[in-house]
């Protein structure tokens, strides 16, 4: 193995190919030529004496050993990093990248807003803002914090409570006109609803009273989707009712054309929590968005900060 082939510009444009899962989206990002490209890649898997990447027409893709490979860059990548903000102190919020992994719907609809106001704050702080309904292994792909709605799984990740996200059920004027007005959880059974198909359970919906008891109901329906984004435009579209974080829908509430049904019995809140890389967390530019973030969710509709744990 020449070692000396292995430098960490390789290792840095082999980790971008991995995650892009393209030379030409790689180089035109780096602002290199795809050649440049090409032979970074292909000097290290000399250096390193295996296929990093199997080609195809179209697409790269992680061989075993490069998968493998990819795991040690990261953290490699990741102990520079972090070495040289300590070194230039970590007391300032020095000029780097803020990597954020967030739930989709989330970051479309409200959290990207909030990190362009953070980036007005400190324009020398750039954010690499990745949205997914994916639980990404924060440290294996690079990710600093994470904003994720719902129960956690215990893991060595520092976590900040942001609150409970409130969700109500909603339907269109459209729907309710075609249908009726339910005006008890036992009305919506056989009513046509929207159901999440990554979501187990969603022909069940569960509500919670007045008085605190929760009763499930049937919800059936036609239609199934896999993304919150595509759920409201289904509400919007009169295609059925469905639970909704306030959030995602307050707009279309705001202008009547959603309507909160049975506001006495709405589906529980759901946990919003910030998810933090133990070692990141003491770099001046990551704690200064956790602490932006941590105080900007209260402008998000429907974020209940009473409730926070």
């Known amino acids: 193995m020449d070692q000396s082939n292995i430098t960490l510009d390789r290792m840095r444009t082999f980790v971008r190919v991995a995650e892009r899962g393209s030379l030409s989206a790689v180089a035109r990002e780096l602002a290199i030529g795809q050649s440049s490209v090409t ?26 050993e490069g998968e493998r490979y990819h795991a040690n860059a990261v953290q490699i990548l990741r102990l520079v990093e972090q070495a040289g903000d300590e070194a230039r102190d970590t007391g300032r919020a020095s000029a780097g990248t803020v990597r954020v992994s967030c ?27 990745g949205l997914t309904d994916e639980r990404v292994d924060l440290v294996r792909d690079g990710v600093d914090i994470a904003i994720r709605l719902g129960p956690l799984a215990d893991s060595t990740l520092k976590r900040r409570s942001l609150g409970q996200s409130r969700r109500v059920l909603v339907g269109s004027p459209d729907c309710l006109a075609r249908h009726g007005r339910p005006t008890t959880p036992e009305d919506l059974v056989g009513f046509e609803g929207v159901r999440m198909s ?3 359970g969603s022909d069940r919906l569960t509500l919670e009273g007045p008085d605190g008891a929760l009763r499930a109901v049937s919800l059936g329906g036609r239609l199934r989707v896999d993304h919150g984004l595509a759920a409201r435009e289904a509400y919007l579209a009169g295609r059925g009712i469905g639970p909704a974080h306030v959030w995602l829908v ?51 509709p429907g974020i209940e900060w009473s409730s926070r744990g």
Do not use: C, K, M, Y
Request: avoid cysteine; glycine fraction near 4%; charged fraction near 25%.
């Open 103 to 129: 739930t989709a719907a989330l970051g479309v609809r409200h959290i990207s807003r909030l990190i362009f106001a953070f980036q007005d704050r400190h324009p020398d702080i750039a954010v690499d803002l």
């Open 39 to 64: 032979r970074h890649i292909r000097e290290l898997e000399e250096a390193l004496g295996v296929a990093l990447f199997s080609r195809t027409t179209r697409r790269v893709v992680l061989t075993a």
């Open 198 to 200: 990554n979501i187990a």
């Open 250 to 300: 307050d707009d279309l509430l705001a202008d009547g054309r959603l309507e909160v049904l049975l506001p006495d019995h709405a589906p529980p809140a759901v946990p919003l929590n910030l998810l933090i890389v133990p070692e990141r967390a003491g770099i001046a530019r990551v704690r200064l968005l956790v602490e932006f973030l941590a105080e900007a969710v209260a402008t998000i």
